[in-house]
Every structure is written in structure tokens, then in C-alpha cells.
């Protein structure tokens, strides 16, 4: 999801755990707040999360710690952001400010106008890398989960559903272009650099190229038919307290695209990738999934349930948009998670 500070109308529902709680969805984000507190059809200027605040802003919200805005988790339901009223924009910036806020269009980025600047955590070195522009004939696209409880609403009861375990590594994302015979042409990006167009150059000190060395990928790509394809990736073991039992670095599969199309997890073609997906831990009727149980307990892909997993994603088998327009691709963490705020992607 694309780091923006941007106007928005709030749509309010209930807290499935709380009665003196909302869910307020805010664009595709999702906030917890007192019930009452926001009106369905409100006008809100959203602050997400890794938003550094203004100074002025920072005595009002003590839990933004050293003025970084972060998720927190309430009564099970993830809140991921700040949403401030035009009135709030009136007291903390004045009336001009409020007056050409309430000029901009709804979803454009205003994060310049008030001074809120997006947090960046160090990526360590071996992560980092020499990076080129995406080729302008190289297609490619992004991946990312929304909040269960934002979107909930739109799956059907009787809908087949798969739930795969949330892995804490960085998205590794792997770009395959047929030449001539069986040949590949590959290009190896992280979440970041790509929504920032880029790819980092082949290195082998790099933990991205490192873990399509060791895990055995573009082999498994060559038994794909297409010209194009797209692996979404978590690569591992990269962040503190989460090794899931590798020595060294490799990914795990989550996601594949052939010439632009998603091919569901258990389709034929996709065999040779049966040791690199990603846990399944329930594939059946939506209604019948208990998501928040199956968020908790063990990681399973080392087999030996070495620490916690960071929750599940639950995804329609068909992969199909909400009526918004954002993939139906929804996480719910488990409630033992606790960001450290270093994270990188």
C-alpha cells in the first residue's frame, strides 16, 4: 500500500469484539475508534502508520513515540493510523491550512502541506544493493494485504477460501522475461524499491539474489508455459527472533503471475512450487473458517513450531477485487505479534 496523508470519507462498523468500539475503514485502512466518535460519510484526513508528525502535533498523541505514528492492536482488530477531523486540521494548523484542505481532492497526498514526512527504517547493508530503473517493457505489479476487518464483509459465506500463514521476512519479488528457448531474463526487487520502480543489480552479497540462488526458483520457473512471470515472495530468515529454522537465506512462495494472471495455489502448473509455498492451514467455505483461531499459535513452515507466526491471509481461491477496487487479500495478525518498528520490506 502506497504511504500517503490524503483526505477521505469514513465508512463505520462494528467492532467484533468490543461494544464501545468501531471499525472505521478510512480508504483501504482501517482504524479501531470509539464508538460514536465518527459518523458514517465523515470527511477525515488519514495519517498512517510510519507517518512522523509535525511537532506541533505531538503533545496531543503521547502514544506516537518520539512522533512516529504506529499500529496498535485493540481488542484484536488491528488500528493502523490517525484520522483527524477538519476541525482538528483548524486547531493544529489554522484555517488557511483547513480552507485548501478542504479544496484537495479526496485521496491526494497532502503530506507536504503538513509537514508529515514518512518514517524510514535502516535497511541493512546486505539488503541494500546498486539499483536500475525498471525497462519500460517489463511488466510487473504490486502485492498487497488489507485488514481483515475492513473487508470482511465482502466475502460470501459459502465461498472457497484459502488461508495461508503470514510470514515475517521482507517481500521478495522475482521478475521472469522469456528469450530465446528457455532462457530468462531476471530481475530481483523488494517491495520497496519496486513501488519505486527500481530493481537491485545482481550481487551476490545481496539477500534477495542470495535466496533465488539457494532456494532453487528460477528452476521451478522454467516449467511454467509464459512469457512473463511474477513470483511475490517472503524472504527468509531476515528479521530478529524469526529464523523459521533456516541457516541461511531462502524465500517462501506466495504468490504467482503468468503473463499477468494469477494462478490459484494448487493449480497443476504449479507443482514444481509445492516445496516453496508458503503454509496452507485451511482451504474451504469462508463460513466455516474461525480466521482470528487460525491467526495464533506456531510458525509452521520449519515443522517445528520454533516461535510464533505473525498471523494468517485469507484470499478468495478465484482472486477477485472488493467493490473499492483492492485485492481481496486480507491479514489478520495474531494478537501475540508486536511490531518492533525496524521492520523493512
Known amino acids: 500500500m502506497i504511504w ?16 464501545a468500539l468501531e471499525i472505521a475503514k478510512v480508504g483501504a485502512n482501517q482504524l479501531v475508534v470509539r464508538k460514536g466518535e465518527m459518523r458514517d460519510g465523515d470527511t477525515v484526513i488519514f495519517i498512517p502508520k510510519d507517518s512522523m508528525l509535525p511537532e506541533i502535533m505531538q503533545p496531543a498523541f503521547p502514544y506516537a513515540r518520539e512522533g512516529r505514528v504506529r499500529s496498535v ?11 483527524l477531523s477538519l476541525n482538528d486540521i483548524s486547531t493544529f494548523f489554522g484555517e488557511d491550512t483547513r ?12 503530506s507536504a502541506l503538513l509537514n508529515i514526512e514518512k518514517y524510514e527504517p535502516q535497511v541493512p ?9 525498471v525497462p519500460i517493457h517489463v511488466y510487473y505489479s504490486q502485492h498487497d494485504c488489507n485488514q481483515y476487518g475492513t473487508y470482511r464483509d465482502e466475502l460470501d459465506f459459502t465461498e472457497r477460501v484459502v488461508v495461508t500463514e503470514k510470514l515475517h521476512g521482507s517481500q521478495g519479488i522475482y521478475l521472469f ?16 524499491m519496486l513501488r519505486k520502480g527500481l530493481i537491485l543489480k545482481q550481487s551476490e552479497s ?3 539474489w542470495q535466496a533465488l540462488k539457494n532456494s532453487g526458483l528460477t528452476e521451478k ?12 515472495t ?20 506466495f504468490e504467482v503471475r503468468v503473463d499477468g494472471n494469477i494462478l490459484p495455489y494448487d493449480s497443476p502448473e504449479l507443482a514444481a512450487f509445492r516445496d516453496l509455498w508458503v503454509p496452507v492451514v485451511y482451504d474451504g467455505k469462508f463460513g466455516k473458517a474461525d480466521l482470528y483461531a487460525l491467526s495464533k499459535g506456531k510458525e509452521l513452515v520449519s515443522g517445528q513450531a520454533l516461535h510464533i507466526r505473525e498471523g494468517v491471509v485469507v484470499r478468495p481461491y478465484i482472486d477477485r477485487k472488493a467493490d473499492d477496487g483492492e485485492w481481496l487479500k486480507l491479514k489478520v495478525i495474531n494478537p501475540a505479534y508486536k511490531e518492533t518498528g525496524e521492520e523493512f520490506n
Open 99 to 110: 480552507n485548501l484542505l478542504e479544496l484537495a481532492d479526496f485521496g491526494e497526498d497532502i
Open 4 to 19: 500517503s496523508v490524503s483526505k477521505h470519507l469514513v465508512s463505520i462498523k462494528p467492532h467484533p469484539n468490543a461494544d
Open 206 to 208: 545481496n539477500t534477495y
Open 125 to 133: 547493508s546486505h539488503m541494500q544493493g546498486e539499483v536500475d530503473p
Open 177 to 192: 522475461n522469456r528469450t530465446e528457448g528457455e532462457q530468462w531474463d531476471i530481475r530481483v526487487s523488494s517491495k520497496g
Open 221 to 232: 520457473v522454467s516449467t511454467l508455459q509464459g512469457n512473463a512471470i511474477q513470483v511475490f
Open 234 to 253: 517472503e524472504v527468509i530468515p531476515v528479521q530478529k527472533g524469526y529464523n523459521y529454522g533456516e541457516s541461511r537465506v531462502t524465500l517462501r512462495v
Open 73 to 83: 492492536q485493540l481488542r484484536g482488530e488491528i488500528s493502523m493510523g490517525i484520522a
